[in-house]
């Protein structure tokens, strides 16, 4: 699935630009954009991250933000998505500095400075949900962690100053961890729930994480909302992602094995599946592709984490394995060696001992 879904991701991301909304409306988001470079570094694909960070620079708003709605309207989140794109590849490419620094102080200039409440689009704009209501501002939460990054990265405590009231305003107001309402898609409560996590609030992440479990069928499914019969593909992949890293892997195997199920053969998933299936239906949505790749990631970290104590920490010099090693490796002295995927790291530890030169 994580190969398919990154092709797909590849497939679908047009030259000197970003990635597509969907596989029907063929317009670069910025959203999507800015939070699938992480996950593009996270499958080596830095190249199209650049091209990514690079297409956000010539597309930022004059005031530093981001729109990406059917309105001309700038969004809080959406600027926190570029913002978590940019300083995750920050380290390799400098010329973000500035940017990213726009993209703060708007954050911070257009919020209400006394609580942190980051600004919300009117009722009946884009986040209306219809007779569901609006979406669940608390989804605000997901903005915070890559601000709070900036900060460190760029020194500046404004910003981590910021977060941290911005936290503050919503662990005391918002709705964190109720899946029972009617505005609670999974793919909003999942957001809310993997930033309570970045945050460090280990405890409501997992108070909002049990509540969606009450939901979930045997097949490993979870409806889209509380109240539905069909699921919402990229809710399925965040929440098998947030109970990866909570540790509760048995929900997180049948959610994702079930996600598994519904993949497209192009690699990509349409926004939801089964009866009566209202959230983008019939196109492929770029973000369920990002999801699917994060939370079988995560799951790949958390098989090691199970099963870290099975692997050996040293190997014999004597030992067949070592000695073909060394044979094709031949002289290593002056030279890099790359150990990936290799347990404990004991092949490095035996060939630094060998061949590095004491000082």
């Known amino acids: 699935m994580l190969q398919r879904a990154a092709r797909w991701i590849q497939n679908n991301s047009i030259p000197g630009a970003g990635v597509v909304l969907t596989s029907r409306q063929r317009t670069c988001y910025p959203e999507v954009t800015g939070y699938l470079i992480p996950t593009l570094l996270s499958v080596a694909k830095p190249d199209l991250a650049r ?209 598994a199920a519904l993949q497209n053969q192009s690699g990509g998933f349409f926004g939801s599946y089964g009866v009566g299936a209202s959230y983008f239906p019939r196109e492929e949505i770029s973000w369920a592709a990002k999801y699917a790749v994060d939370a079988c990631q995560w799951r790949i970290s958390r098989h090691f984490d199970e099963t870290v104590s099975q692997y050996q920490p040293e190997i014999a010099e004597s030992d067949g394995r070592v000695l073909a090693a060394l044979q094709h490796l031949g002289d290593l002295n002056g030279r890099r060696v790359l150990d990936a995927g290799c347990g404990k790291g004991r092949y490095s530890a035996l060939l630094k001992r060998r061949f590095l030169t004491p000082t």
Request: aromatic share 10%; hydrophobic share 45%; proline share 7%.
């Open 51 to 259: 091209a990514y960070a690079s297409w956000l620079i010539s597309v930022q708003r004059s005031d530093g933000s981001f729109g990406g709605g059917h309105d001309q309207r700038s969004y809080a989140f959406d600027t926190g998505q570029v913002l978590r794109g940019w300083v995750a590849v920050l380290p390799r490419m400098p010329e973000l500095t500035a940017p990213v620094r726009r993209a703060c102080e708007w954050l911070i200039r257009s919020a209400d400075a006394q609580t942190g409440r980051l600004v919300v689009p009117p009722p009946g704009a884009d986040w209306s949900l219809g007779p569901r209501g609006e979406v669940n501002e608390a989804i605000h939460l997901y903005v915070l962690p890559p601000l709070r990054r900036a900060g460190e990265v760029l020194n500046e405590p404004r910003y981590l100053e910021f977060a941290d009231r911005s936290l503050r305003y919503y662990l005391a107001h918002a709705t964190l961890g109720e899946f029972a309402q009617p505005n609670a898609l999974t793919h909003f409560h999942a957001y809310v729930q993997e930033a309570l996590l970045d945050l460090g609030c280990e405890a409501e992440a997992r108070a909002g994480m049990a509540s969606v479990a009450r939901f979930q069928r045997p097949t490993g499914a979870v409806p889209g909302y509380h109240d539905v019969p069909w699921v919402c593909s990229t809710g399925l992949a965040q929440l098998a992602l947030v109970w990866y890293r909570l540790g509760e892997s048995q929900r997180a195997e049948a959610a994702l094995a079930f996600l």
